[in-house]
């Protein structure tokens, strides 16, 4: 555990990104091994299949090997920008398929959140986050269960207002309206959490 | 529209950009402003930084070692011998974006085989796509019976697809030389179905996993065609 908290310290993985950006291999290689099994994670969270999850992380790798020359690290961290990548590809990967994917707000709610509000019972180390990821689920927890699901809902999902309304069997209108307010309650708790 | 001045939209619209709700019209616009106006842009990247972080709340997984396998195979990250010269070649090909070529292609092989010195190269050909793109090359290998297919580009495949190879004859029904990787090369085996005489064309089809169901040649449509030069 320790040794995966540590090399997903930004710094280091920075340092990788950039020399693969130069086409070192072996930073691309020590890349890979820090981040990929939390990429895979994230990857079968999207799309559920072992097979098309596999596919998204080769395709997702693959694109941030021949891209991390353009990577601009005062943009982004690299778990942000491989994330990126990596949710692109899924979701390339799940239109391409004929494979619906089951979509589940409750579980996502269950796994992730019971950890966040009680960080006694699964500490959120154990999840392996950057700072980033800790300070946005310490600011997720604060939001209402129900509006955390929308939100979590459309980012995993790459769902519209339309279809998260329903999935969620809620009007329209209420919706956009957790979703506008969610977001902006989420920049300014971030903004403070930022402030020394 | 205009959005400029407007920062309440802007944040809304960026951030509903990222988290992914912002869809069809909506979206493309969006993305026609970010082009033009850089502090957008990074308005944009702020947003991303604030919610793309959502992607790490998931229990990491660790993949199965073959997935860092073709990674390292479509990439060409391992060099091995006299192959590596072969894999620079085609790396430095590709960045330049000389697919195209055919030329370069026969050069390439012809230069990389002789250092090779065991295999003999009877037959090479490139399979260009509809844009006449390189696609494929083709080297058959009399002395080992062996027929070398190697992607170029990349075009992905669906899962539910694979990619057949076909000798098509001046007459009769075209034969089935094997089914292809959609990235990184396959070996086939060489016979006179693949170089005889009498084959006109080489194409690449798009077919169901498993290949053609009609045994009298493909259901899908070609991607790919070219054809044999004789050295």
Known sequence: MSLDAQTLDPQQLKTWLLAAGNKDAKAFRQLYNATSSKLFGFALRILHKQELAEEALQEGFVAIWNNAATYQSHLAAPMTWMATIVRNKAFDVLRRSDDTVEIDAEQFDSEVMNALRDPQATPIESLQMSGDAKALAFCMSALEGLHRQVVALAYYHDLSHSEVAQQMSLPIGTVKTWIRRSLERLRTCLAKREAP | ?231
């Open chain 2, 1 to 231: 529209m205009n959005i400029r001045g407007n920062d309440a939209l802007r944040q809304k619209l960026a951030s509903e950009y990222v988290l992914g709700t912002l869809k069809g019209g909506a979206r493309r616009r969006f993305e026609g402003w970010l082009y033009n106006d850089a502090d957008l842009r990074n308005i944009t990247a702020e947003w991303r930084q604030r919610l793309e972080p959502m992607a790490e709340f998931t229990t990491p997984v660790t993949p199965p070692k073959r997935v860092w396998k073709q990674i390292e195979q479509r990439l060409h990250l391992s060099p091995q011998g006299g192959w590596s010269l072969w894999r620079d070649s085609l790396s430095f090909w590709r960045s330049l974006g000389l697919a195209s070529s055919a030329i370069a292609a026969l050069l390439v092989i012809v230069m990389s085989t002789q250092l090779m010195s065991t295999p003999q190269i009877s037959h090479v050909a490139t399979l260009m796509d509809e844009k006449s793109q390189t696609a494929m090359l083709l080297t058959a290998d009399s002395r080992h019976d062996t027929l070398e297919v190697r992607m170029v580009g990349n075009a992905p495949v669906p899962t539910d697809k694979e990619l057949e190879l076909w000798a098509v004859p001046k007459s009769g029904n075209p034969r089935s030389l094997g089914l292809l990787a959609d990235k990184g090369s396959v070996k086939l085996a060489l016979s006179s179905r693949a170089i005889g005489n009498d084959v006109a064309l080489l194409a690449v089809t798009l077919e169901p996993r498993g290949g053609s169901p009609d045994p009298n040649g493909p259901t899908g449509p070609i991607l790919y065609k070219g054809n044999w030069v004789r050295l």
